[in-house]
Structures are given as structure tokens and as C-alpha cells.
């Protein structure tokens, strides 16, 4: 028989066996994988830092040259724009500090600000575009025509830009006898809010756009609203940029449907990083440009040929029609 001796030695024997496999395992399996792990995750963190540092140092960089920037605009515009007549027209989802930090910057060109038009969350909703065709055929000038083939919004925005905007400069500052009545109308089918007084035309318009795309299943058609309004101001000024933050020339932003559009992009200037100093200066260079008959898409986003017009238009233009 197996004694009590035999099974307490066999005992003693497994588990001896058992911490060798496990001081060997630790020593001879173990530590190379532990090393390779540590090895990479403190090359993860090293990289991380740098990458932290890099940040941090463009962050600095940012506010020092938009520091310079602010600091110099007024020398950088001035004059610019004098003698003109701008208006701002606000599309949903723009802040308050982007809107006057642009009425801030026209206003250190020279220019006369002539109002505030601000377009509601209706106004671009699809699902009121027989609403908005109505009221655009009512409130028309009798003498104007449409295309056959024009959109509820093409239409709306050739009307509204007669009665805000004008390429003769005899007219800037004067209301349109035969748009009287179209701000009331656009005012009491909910579709605009004023400030100032827009019915005195401007000879400049400038569209501002909020970051965020629009979204959902009426997104595309709520972008082509967009367009066909600053290419109705367009038409009928002497020029109109389209301006936002750099997100808005991302896919699916306001800026980045203008630049998809071929006809559009060559007649409406647009400037994707307005919500800094730079963009702000580069936008009065851009309407400046637009007086001159050109055009162009400025700043840091996708599809913009260069940070600003260059060389930068200065000389005093002739007037015309459209930018």
C-alpha cells in the first residue's frame, strides 16, 4: 500500500513543480511580451507628448498672429470699401459674435452698413417652398419676369434682392419704389427679421453662414436655397461674398455648396474662415475684388484656390452690374 510518506512527498513534488513552471514562465515566457508592451505604450506616450506639444505650439502661434491680426485690421481695411453700402444678410445657426465682429470689420473699411436681414429656420425649409413661390409671385415688382424653369427660391431671392440691393450707384441709399411693400410681406409670412434699414439698397451684400451643415433629408435642397439667394444678390449688386467658419467649406456646409457649383463659384466670392481675424480682412479684400468683376474662394477650408485675392484689388472700379 501507498503510505502517508508517499503521498506527502508527491504532494510536495507537484507543487514544487508548479512554482518552477511558474518562476520559469515568468522569467523565460513573460517578460519579453511585458517588455514589447511596455516598450510600445511608452513609445505611445512619447508620441502623444509630441503631439501635444506640436498643438499647443500652433495653438500659440494661432493667437499670436490673430492677435496681430485684430491689432492691425483697422490699417489693413481702411478705406477699402469707401462710399459703399453693405448689407448682412444672417442665415439660421449664426451667432451673434460673428455678426458684428463682421459689421466691425466693414465699418473699420469705411463702409455704411445698411441693415441686418436675417432668414428663419422657415424660410429655408423645403416643405414651404409652394408658401414661398406665392408669396414671391404676389410680392414681385410688376415689371419683373422669371425664368420658366426658376425655383420657388430663385425666385424669392431675385425678389428680395430688389428691394435691398443695387448695382446703380444713383440708387444706392434709396428704397425701390416698385419693391415697396416686399420686406413687409417676407416680414409677415415669417420668412425674414430685419434690423437697420435695409429697404435704403446696398451696393454690396455679404451672406453669413453658420459652421454647422444642415442636416437630415432636406439638407441638399436647404443648400440649394442658400445658393440661389446669394446668386440672386449677386445679380443684382455690384457684388455679394458668402462667408462662415472653416466648417462650413466641409462636406455638406453652406460654403462647401456654393464651391460645388460651378456657376455659382464664378460669380460669388466665398471666405471659409471668417470667424478670424484674417478671414474678416480677407473678406473685405474679397468684396473689394468683387467690385473690380472678379471672384473668388478664399481662406483655409476645402476648395479654396488661396488664402486671399491676390495681388489685392485696390483701384476704385468702375460701376457694373453683378460681381
Known amino acids: 500500500m501507498i503510505d502517508f510518506r508517499y503521498h506527502l512527498v508527491s504532494i510536495v513534488a507537484v507543487f514544487l513543480a508548479l512554482s518552477v513552471g511558474i518562476v520559469l514562465g515568468s522569467t523565460f515566457l513573460q517578460d519579453p511580451a511585458i517588455y514589447v508592451a511596455n516598450t510600445a505604450v511608452e513609445q505611445v506616450r512619447q508620441r502623444n507628448a509630441g503631439l501635444q506639444e506640436q498643438i499647443t505650439d500652433l495653438q500659440l502661434r494661432e493667437r499670436g498672429n490673430d492677435a496681430l491680426i485684430s491689432g492691425q485690421t483697422r490699417r489693413l481695411v481702411q478705406g477699402e470699401l ?21 459689421q466691425e470689420v466693414l465699418e473699420d473699411a469705411d463702409a455704411a452698413v445698411s441693415g441686418q436681414v436675417a432668414l428663419t429656420e422657415k424660410s429655408l425649409d423645403p416643405r414651404q417652398s409652394g408658401v414661398i413661390d406665392q408669396l414671391a409671385m404676389t410680392a414681385k415688382p410688376a415689371e419683373m419676369t422669371f425664368p420658366v424653369d426658376a425655383t420657388p427660391y430663385e425666385k424669392a431671392a431675385a425678389v428680395l434682392a430688389a428691394a435691398v440691393v443695387t448695382s446703380d450707384s444713383a440708387q444706392v441709399g ?87 457649383s460651378s456657376e455659382a463659384a464664378a460669380a460669388v466670392s466665398s471666405v471659409d474662415n471668417g470667424e478670424q481675424p484674417t478671414g ?35 483701384s476704385t472700379p468702375s460701376s457694373s452690374s453683378g460681381g
Open 82 to 102: 469707401d462710399g459703399e453700402r453693405v448689407l448682412i444678410v444672417e442665415l439660421p445657426g449664426v451667432t451673434t459674435s460673428d455678426r458684428e465682429a463682421v
Open 174 to 260: 434709396r428704397e425701390n419704389p416698385a419693391a415697396a411693400g416686399v420686406l413687409g410681406a417676407f416680414q409677415e409670412g415669417a420668412l425674414i427679421t430685419m434690423r437697420g434699414d435695409p429697404a435704403l439698397r446696398a451696393s454690396l451684400a455679404v451672406v453669413l453662414a453658420p459652421g454647422e451643415p444642415f442636416e437630415g433629408e432636406h439638407a441638399e435642397a436647404q443648400n440649394a436655397a442658400v445658393v440661389a439667394l446669394a446668386r440672386g444678390l449677386d445679380a443684382a449688386d455690384r457684388g455679394t461674398v458668402l462667408t462662415g467658419p472653416v466648417a462650413s467649406a466641409s462636406p455638406g456646409g453652406i460654403v462647401a455648396a456654393l464651391r460645388d
Open 280 to 314: 474678416r480682412v480677407t473678406l473685405v479684400y474679397a468684396l473689394r475684388e468683387q467690385l473690380s468683376g472678379g471672384a473668388g474662394q478664399y481662406g483655409i477650408g476645402t476648395g479654396a484656390s488661396s488664402v486671399g485675392p491676390s495681388p489685392v484689388p485696390t
